[in-house]
């Protein structure tokens, strides 16, 4: 099974940007989807985006379409997301999360492996 360590979290101000990394490791990681969640305090966990196996094909969910990217590179056993224009309402804990298959959707029960987070704070 796969191992997951995110980094790259940290203080921020509204409209910055931010790249958040996942590293992986101890199982084929081409064998999975990957995604990115969230979970701001007294919040239910919430998909952020997903990226198929070989970065086909992507899906963001609505509070971030158009600000964050989803990308991975297979060679070096990475995920990122790259997020721009943060608003307060981004402040969490983000978390990377691994599917076994092709690809991946929005449903938390669809991940088999997750890492341990990583903070984002927007400030005002």
């Known amino acids: 099974q796969v191992q997951l360590v995110e980094s790259g979290g940290g203080l921020v101000q509204a409209g910055d940007s931010l790249r958040l990394s996942c590293a992986a490791s101890?199982?084929?990681?081409?064998?999975?989807?990957m995604a990115w969640w969230r979970q701001a305090p007294g919040n239910e966990r919430e998909f952020v985006a997903a990226i198929s196996w070989n970065g086909g094909r992507t899906y963001y969910g609505d509070s971030v379409k158009g600000r964050f990217t989803i990308s991975r590179d297979n060679a070096k056993n990475l995920v990122y997301l790259q997020m721009n224009s943060l608003k307060p309402e981004d402040t969490a804990v983000y978390y990377c999360?691994?599917?076994?298959?092709?690809?991946?959707?929005?449903?938390?029960?669809?991940?088999?492996?997750w890492g341990q987070g990583t903070q984002v704070t927007v400030s005002k």
């Open positions: 999360a691994a599917s076994r298959g092709y690809e991946s959707g929005n449903l938390y029960d669809e991940y088999d492996v």
């Open positions: 101890g199982d084929t990681f081409i064998s999975y989807a």
